[in-house]
Structure formats: structure tokens, C-alpha cells
């Protein structure tokens, strides 16, 4: 059994993940087939549980000391820790060889360059979203956070947040060359034809948090699922369908 480790607790469904990065997992995981438990621990949870467990950090902190971070997971078929959301999926390519690959031979660098170019352009979101947090993290996430990050701060001016999306909505267009230069680039979203690869399933874990948060009727998610050229809502639509299997 594969056991993934995220934050919380929130109101969040426990088959998407409360953090972007481990939805990157759960989707995998979901897209692949296999398995899993998820077990919801606190930001100050994070150091203590990973190292309990064996499961690497993912970094280090300004003064060299090791930084642990979400996701890592746990499998136990293969009494196996292993941590930072790029390196599970190769991990789950590799021990589970029977299920669809998320990351083909040839194709890392490419996936690795496309995710750090998506997540480049996602600082001004933070703008818009943190205030929204309140609505469905618990007093003790929210807590944890505070401790960490510090307070919240206080929504923007509607003028402001119109700001905020028309620029998101300007940045994220300009994927639109990267999906043009890829002669496999099909009109299900998917950077690399008709199946996803792990960029797909990491874009995807960004963009959901706005289906998640504002909800599916929302003008913002109407605006968001317009993103380069309309793939953005339907990379998000295809994803989804890709439901948990039974424990």
C-alpha cells in the first residue's frame, strides 16, 4: 500500500489533496491505477513524520541544515520512502512498470523545464488566493500556517484582483508556444498527445486549487478555464476523470 502524506487538515476531498504538490502525486496515482491512503499531517508535522518514516528532504535551509518537505509517500510493498513530487512519479514509473508512464525516456528534461516555467508564473496568485484559504482550511491549518508564513493577508479591492487574473491570464497564454512547438499537442489539453505525461498532471494540480476554491460556477474559474486557448479547462476536465482506485 502506497501511503501519501499531505497538509490539512482542510475541507479540501481527501482524493485531490490539499497542497498542489502532493495533488501532483494523487493524480498520478489516479491516472496510474494504484492504490493509495492519504495520512494529513500539520506543517509542523512535516520534519517529525518525515524523518520517522525515513523519507529524504526534498532541500536544504539557508544555514545547509536539511528542509522536509511535502509530498513523500510511503510503500510499503517495497518498504520505500520517497519525497519531492517529480522524483515520486519516476519512482512509480519504475516500480510500477506495468502502469502508463508519466515520465517516457527521453521526455524529463522537457516535463522538468515546462513545470518550473508553469510555476514561475504562479507568485501573483497568492495575491488572490491566500485570503480564500480561510474558507476551507481548520483553525489548526490555519495556525500551523500563520507560524510558518505568518498572517494572512486581507482580500484585495475587486479592482485589484481583476489586475491579478488579467496578468495570471497574460503569463499562462504565453504556454501557448510550448504547445504549438509540440507536434503531439491534442485537443485534450495534454502537452504531449492523447495521454498525460507528469507536466500535465502538475499544470493541473496548480489550476484545480481555483476549481477547488472559488468553485465550478465561479467567475473566476470560468476565466481560469479559458487560459491558453481554453486548454487550461480542459487539461483540468480530463484529469479529473481519472478517479481514485479502491483501497
Given at each position: 500500500m502506497i501511503t501519501v502524506y499531505d497538509l490539512g487538515p482542510s475541507k479540501i476531498p481527501e482524493s485531490l489533496g490539499a497542497s498542489p504538490h502532493v495533488r501532483k502525486v494523487i493524480f498520478t496515482l489516479n491516472y496510474k491505477k494504484l492504490p493509495f491512503m492519504v495520512t494529513i499531517i500539520t506543517m509542523d508535522d512535516i520534519e517529525n513524520t518525515a524523518k520517522s518514516i525515513g523519507a529524504p528532504p526534498t532541500s536544504?535551509?539557508?544555514?545547509?541544515?536539511?528542509?522536509?518537505?511535502?509530498?513523500?509517500?510511503?510503500?510499503?510493498?517495497a518498504a520505500k520512502c520517497v519525497s519531492d513530487s517529480f522524483l515520486i512519479a519516476r519512482y512509480l514509473d519504475e516500480a510500477y512498470p506495468d502502469t502508463p508512464k508519466v515520465?517516457?525516456?527521453?521526455?524529463?528534461?522537457?516535463?522538468?523545464?515546462?513545470?518550473?516555467?508553469?510555476?514561475?508564473?504562479?507568485?501573483?496568485?497568492?495575491?488572490?488566493?491566500?485570503?480564500?484559504?480561510?474558507?476551507?482550511?481548520?483553525q489548526e491549518a490555519l495556525e500551523g500556517r500563520a507560524k510558518k508564513y505568518g498572517p494572512i493577508p486581507p482580500p484585495l479591492s475587486a479592482?485589484?484582483?481583476?489586475?491579478?487574473?488579467?496578468?495570471?491570464?497574460?503569463?499562462?497564454?504565453?504556454?501557448?508556444?510550448?504547445?504549438d512547438m509540440s507536434a503531439d499537442s491534442g485537443a485534450q489539453g495534454f502537452l504531449m498527445g492523447d495521454n498525460p505525461v507528469f507536466a500535465d498532471l502538475a499544470f493541473a494540480a496548480?489550476?484545480?486549487?481555483?476549481?477547488?476554491?472559488?468553485?465550478?460556477?465561479?467567475?473566476?474559474?470560468?476565466?481560469v478555464s479559458g487560459w491558453v486557448r481554453g486548454r487550461a479547462g480542459r487539461l483540468v476536465e480530463n484529469v479529473l476523470r481519472f478517479e481514485r482506485a479502491s483501497v
Open positions: 536544504k535551509k539557508a544555514d545547509g541544515s536539511p528542509k522536509y518537505t511535502v509530498p513523500f509517500i510511503y510503500d510499503s510493498c515520465i517516457p525516456t527521453g521526455t524529463e528534461i522537457l516535463q522538468a523545464v515546462f513545470i518550473d516555467t508553469v510555476e514561475k508564473k504562479l507568485p501573483p496568485i497568492s495575491a488572490v488566493y491566500l485570503p480564500k484559504i480561510i474558507e476551507f482550511s481548520s479592482e485589484k484582483q481583476a489586475e491579478v487574473w488579467k496578468k495570471l491570464k497574460e503569463d499562462y497564454d504565453g504556454l501557448n508556444d510550448a504547445y496548480w489550476i484545480t486549487m481555483v476549481k477547488l476554491t472559488w468553485g465550478d460556477d465561479s467567475v473566476e474559474w470560468e476565466g
